[in-house]
């Protein structure tokens, strides 16, 4: 009777082992599929990302090497004082600053400075109307 017992135990474990290594052996394989797929992703939007990186440098190189060559022939024309008079203006426009004489004013078209558009006006605190008084103040 013990024998049987152990027999039918051993006979159980080996239909519980051949029945479910067919799920199992499916499981693995999905996972090792679905881990695989995702590394192509990964390995996709990386590629994608480095070519936009090289595109955009190649894009910078190229405008930058068609400006060189334009502006070259031009800039060996110029005299050192309208190099110079370039040059102010160019830091001018790269601080966002219009360019301007010693005195503050604007250079007109013609190069001749103007006055300022305020020049000349006083401000005064005459004609504006009371402040509203706060919200603690009560009358």
Known sequence: MPDDQIKNSIISTNEILLGSANAKSMAAMYLN?????GMASQNAVSNQQHLNILGAAAVATGASGLLRTGFASQVENLTPAERLDLLQKLL????????????????????????PADAGK????????PAAPAAGDAG
Do not use: F, R, V, W
């Open 92 to 115: 001018a426009m790269t601080n966002n600053n219009q360019p301007a004489t010693s005195n503050g004013a604007a250079p007109a078209e013609d190069g001749k400075a103007t006055a």
């Open 122 to 129: 006083e401000t005064t605190d005459a004609g504006k109307a």
């Open 33 to 37: 599929l679905a881990h695989a797929a």
